[in-house]
């Protein structure tokens, strides 16, 4: 007896084997993409007779059966009886395993078909959304899949349904995957562009936030919105360059120099790729005297870094120099300064020794010493220079015409006038066509009342700004290539105004300018021309022209005095 009983078990294991291995290979087959549609339901529907508690087989059939209705549209008998077919296949498959997200899912489909095609048939479809979402991780294709379908039925979805559907788009997005995001705002486009709900499922990203400001431009959408997207943006890279640089600088104390370094530069790279678009909303979302601060901070780290790392002038000049634009206070210039004389790089304060030697080194004496207010000790220096006798070596020139500047300055300050345009001459001597050097000259001889010299060198100006029109040679401006272009101005106040031609009549491309790293227009271009204000600095100053949507030729490029009032 207990022989027999072990036979019939043992037979029965076998069996139950069998035929999970059948149902197992029926369903595999079934899955190959080469299966005829035949073929592939015949399989499904022996795998379901073999092993009928299956839920994976029921599922696939479901699915068979929902492909057969979206090919038959147009035959309403057999489309409505696979849709019947492929809800029964998915509610049985949902019997056996109800926590199968993508079951839920697909069964929310027919359903919703079946509600389309056949208004009162049905049964509530956004259910059964709710479901496949609360039943898979947000980050899951599943999820991801219940807000893209939902929020193509936006204009038609109940107050509370939006809710729900804006919080699973928020959570589907928030790991910044763009992908996503542009079938989200290709469904948006069509479904009623409701800004408002697109903008609270955008995650706080600045790629995010670019992505969505590159759809509206490119297709030709609200441009306040694209000014707010990107303003977003740049407030998202503002701070992430803050915390790379405190963290820079906590990495710099524990003698990191290299890896701090390198965060800063990143960091730095942040800051001097935000254009401000705030200010074309008139929305203050980065504080200037905040962001005028770090960037000042950033570039007193690399200066200070490479001064560390390499104990060289030559090495650290250009950093310095950075630097140093930017710095106006005198007790953090002395700070800065003592730095530098603890390397060796300059003297200490009051020793003129190493102004005995290469002119780099002179020169940087004296940009700390002027912006110390030591008007006297540079003047000093330029006495000891007039009395020396050096060969300026060509490399040398612009270091040299620098030193007599900041000696003129600096006599120009003591309300020396005649001393100052001495040491000016000779400084235009070195660099003839320096603007910053002529424009010295003519604020000297207008303190001097000197009408003549002053003709003299305002044509000379003249010369050096160039025309008030300049021809641009029908220059290409491509999609994602700007045009630098750049402008020698005397400062006050102008007015630009760029022509072009497109490729189509009646073209209206989407340009940007940025005038020295700000944007100060942006629009759909008419007309072949766009006009705007700038406020130049004395010298040479850049514009910068972009195109979105097709190419453009630039023609010419004029500039005007703008008239009182003007902003």
């Known amino acids: ?281 008139r929305e203050e979302l980065i504080d200037p005297r905040e962001y005028a601060a770090l960037r000042k901070s950033a570039r007193l780290f690399l200066a200070r870094s490479v001064a560390d790392r390499t104990r060289s002038l030559a090495d650290s000049e250009a950093p310095i120099e950075a630097y140093l634009a930017l710095e106006d206070q005198p007790l953090t210039v002395g700070e800065f300064e003592k730095f530098l004389a603890e390397r060796g790089l300059v003297g200490s304060e009051g020793n003129t020794a190493s102004r005995r030697g290469d002119l780099l080194t002179l020169a940087l004496e004296l940009e700390l010493d002027y912006k110390q207010n030591r008007y006297r000790d540079i003047t000093i220096a330029g006495e000891l220079l007039e009395k020396g006798t050096f060969v300026i070596p060509e490399a040398g020139r612009a270091h040299y015409a620098r030193i007599l500047e900041l000696i003129g300055d600096s006599y120009m300050k003591l309300d020396y006038l005649y001393e100052a345009e001495r040491f000016y001459l000779k400084a235009l001597a070195a660099a003839p066509d320096s603007l910053a050097g002529l424009l010295r000259l003519k604020r000297c001889y207008a303190r001097l009342s000197d009408d003549r010299k002053l003709a003299e060198v305002n044509a000379r100006l003249a010369a050096v700004l160039g025309p008030a029109e300049a021809d641009l040679g029908r220059r290409r401006l491509e999609a994602a290539e700007p045009v630098r272009l750049p402008l020698v101005c005397e400062g006050g106040p102008l007015i630009l105004s760029v022509a072009f031609e497109t490729a189509a009549p009646a073209g209206r491309p989407l340009l940007t300018a940025i005038w020295n790293g700000r944007v100060v227009w942006e629009g759909f271009a008419g007309e072949g021309r766009v006009s705007f204000p700038v406020k130049p600095v004395v010298g040479t100053n850049s514009l910068v022209l972009k195109t979105a949507l097709q190419t453009v030729t630039l023609l010419r490029l004029e500039r005007a005095r703008a008239s009182a009032g003007t902003s």
């Open 1 to 281: 007896m207990k022989k027999a009983l072990l036979l019939v078990a043992l037979a029965t294991a076998a069996l139950c084997q069998t035929t999970v291995y059948w149902n197992a290979r029926l369903l595999d087959r079934a899955l190959v993409e080469t299966q005829g549609p035949a073929r592939r339901a015949a399989d499904l529907e022996l795998a379901a007779r073999i092993d009928p508690w299956n839920d994976r087989v029921h599922f696939e059939l479901g699915r068979a059966a929902f492909e057969r209705a979206s090919d038959a549209l147009g035959n309403a008998p057999v489309r409505d009886s696979a849709l019947d077919l492929s809800v029964r296949h998915f509610l049985r498959a949902l019997r056996l395993n109800p926590g199968a997200a993508e079951t839920h899912l697909f069964l929310a489909q027919s359903l919703q078909y079946m509600s389309y095609l056949s208004p009162g048939a049905g049964g509530s479809f956004f259910e059964e959304y709710k479901k496949a979402a609360a039943l898979t991780g947000h980050r899951s294709q599943v999820f991801f899949e219940v807000g893209r379908v939902l929020f193509g039925r936006w204009e038609s979805l109940r107050p509370d349904e939006r809710m729900f559907v804006l919080d699973v788009l928020r959570r589907a997005l928030a790991g910044k995957d763009l992908d996503r995001l542009r079938d989200i705002l290709e469904i948006w486009n069509l479904r009623g562009r409701d800004y408002a709900a697109i903008e609270k499922v955008l995650p706080a990203d600045a790629g995010a936030e670019r992505l969505y400001a590159r759809f509206l431009g490119e297709r030709g959408l609200s441009m306040e919105a694209r000014w707010k997207a990107l303003a977003r943006a740049e407030s998202l890279d503002f701070v992430r360059a803050r915390t790379d640089l405190d963290q820079a600088w906590r990495t710099y104390e524990y003698d990191q120099n290299e890896a701090a370094a390198g965060r800063v530069t990143a960091g730095l790279k942040l800051l001097e790729g935000i254009e401000f678009y705030q200010d074309l909303v």
